[in-house]
C-alpha cells in the first residue's frame, strides 16, 4: 500500500475538516483548514495559517507560517516554526521547540525539554520535562514538571508553577 498524496494548488483558503483524508497534503494555498482527518505530512510552503488539529501529523513544512495549530497528533523531536506569531501544538511528543517570532505557544503535554521562544509573552507549556526554558520577553508562564532549574525570563510578571525547582537567570 503506498502513500496517499493530495495536492491543492491555487486556492486562498482550503477547508477540508472532517473529511477523513489520509497520507500527505501539499498545497500553495494561504489558508489551510484540515482539523479531524488522517494526514501523516503537510507540505505548505505559501501557508500564513496551518489549522490541522487531529490528525496522524508526523511532519508540517510551512515555514511562512504565522498562526499554526497541530494539536493532538503524532509530532516528534523537533518543532520548528520560525514566524509564527502564535502556536498551538498540545499533545504531542514534541521534544524540541523553536519559535523564534512566536508571542503565543500553547504546548502543554509533551515531551519538550528544549523550548526557544526570545519574543514569547504568553506560554502555557504544562506536563512536559522542560530542562531549559529561554523567554526574556515571557511576561505570563505556565509550567510544572520542570527537571532542572534553568527559567530565562528576566520581564516576567507570573509564573505558575506546580511541584517544581526554579530560578531566574
Do not use: W
Request: proline letters at 4%.
Amino acid at each position: 500500500m503506498g502513500t496517499h498524496r493530495l495536492d491543492v494548488d491555487n486556492s486562498g483558503v482550503l477547508r477540508i475538516p472532517f473529511m477523513n483524508y489520509q497520507g500527505e497534503l501539499h498545497t500553495n494555498c494561504l489558508y489551510i483548514h484540515c482539523q479531524f482527518n488522517q494526514f501523516t505530512k503537510i507540505v505548505a510552503y505559501d501557508a500564513l495559517g496551518v489549522f490541522a488539529s487531529d490528525n496522524q501529523l508526523t511532519d508540517v513544512i510551512a515555514p511562512f507560517a504565522e498562526v499554526v495549530n497541530v494539536d493532538n497528533n503524532q509530532l516528534t523531536e523537533l518543532l520548528y516554526f520560525n514566524r509564527a506569531k502564535e502556536i498551538s501544538c498540545s499533545f504531542n511528543s514534541i521534544k524540541k521547540l523553536y519559535a523564534e517570532s512566536a508571542q503565543r505557544i500553547v504546548a502543554s503535554s509533551n515531551n519538550i525539554v528544549f523550548l526557544f521562544a526570545p519574543l514569547v509573552t504568553y506560554l502555557v507549556a504544562k506536563n512536559n520535562p522542560l530542562e531549559h526554558l529561554t523567554t526574556p520577553e515571557a511576561l505570563t508562564i505556565y509550567i510544572d514538571q520542570m527537571n532542572r532549574n534553568n527559567i530565562y525570563a528576566p520581564k516576567l510578571i507570573d509564573l505558575y508553577v506546580s511541584a517544581n525547582d526554579y530560578n531566574f537567570a
